[in-house]
């Protein structure tokens, strides 16, 4: 072999080397740019699926708190109108209580002017009466009352409760 020969070869292999080189170099480039790639896909997945949860958390948490919320709005109104009621009952109480002892107070002064056990019994029966009277009235009256304000409390419940069985598919109310 001449030395131009050997030459020539030793050119024809460096330059098959070089491309297989530069083909090996393009190969290992191509797939780090594709491993490069399936990584940002993946990580950009993760994140919208991360995104994603954290929103219907979210989303969860707020309607829970307003559930709670408008529970506890319910509830407070509830005992609002059950504490008016409350005051509204003693006052009342207290009104009857005083016209009462009034009442009695006359009644007695009455008897004791009576001149005759006759007539002394004849007031005092027109009295039971009208007592028996005044009672049913302020027993009808308290009847009354108590059914209003059973009621007026039960009825924020009553909303709040017939709104989550809509909400959940739960029996209504009657």
Known sequence: MTKATASKTTANAKTTENATFKAA???VEQAAKTAQETVQT???AAQDSVKQATQEATKGF???TAFNKANYEAL???????????QSVNADFVETTKAAVEKNVADVKT????KTPAEFFELQTSMLKGRYDDFVAEATKFN??????????VAPLKARYEAVAEEFNLPQAK
């Open 62 to 64: 707020e309607k829970v």
């Open 42 to 44: 993946a990580t950009k």
């Open 144 to 153: 009354e009352a108590a059914t209003k304000t059973t009621n007026d409390v």
């Open 25 to 27: 170099q393009e190969t």
């Open 111 to 114: 008897l004791f002017a009576a």
């Open 76 to 86: 407070v109104a509830s005992s609002k109108i059950a504490a008016e009621t409350a």
